[in-house]
């Protein structure tokens, strides 16, 4: 009987280790490469790289890095070609699909302003410099002598 439990405790840790295994070999693949070599075809232009993110979107990746590629797409549509209606497509599908991520709020700002002309954007992005602070006389820091 013990013997029977033992051969049962091996034969279940190594069925463990071999799912482990599998999951880890199979499964995985290096996202952050393969969105990557999606970007790098930016060089060859803009309809590449989209043609890339898509391929790449196409592949289901992980939510972070598709949430990436689609604002990438999004943001080639609007300032590389200025089909504002397809980047607007690309801005809300990403609004849907990732809500939370750290793409949401970039995405936003770009439906708000990506048709606007640049001089309306930049006085709302000048930030109040607060005045300098005064500079502390030399003496006032020394102690007085006894």
Known sequence: ????????????RLFCIAVLFLATSCGSKDWQ???????????RGPEQLIKSLEEFIDMEPPE???SEARFT??????EGL???????????????????SEWAEEAEW???????DIEDILP???EEIPPPVQEIPPS???IPPL
Do not use: C, H, V
């Not at 009987?1 to 279940?12: P, V």
């Not at 990557?36 to 075809?41: I, P, R």
């Not at 770009?110 to 606007?116: A, R, S």
């Open 140 to 142: 006032a820091g020394e």
């Open 124 to 126: 709302n992005l000048r």
């Open 82 to 100: 200025e089909q504002y209606n397809e980047a607007r497509r690309w801005f809300n599908e990403l609004l849907e699909e990732d809500p939370g």
């Open 110 to 116: 770009m439906l708000e302003n990506m048709e606007k």
């Open 73 to 78: 797409i999004a943001f080639t549509f609007a």
């Open 33 to 43: 490469s393969e969105l990557d070599d999606a970007l790098a075809a930016g060089t």
């Open 64 to 66: 972070k890095f598709e």
């Open 1 to 12: 009987m013990i013997r029977t439990n033992n051969t049962f405790n091996y034969l279940i």
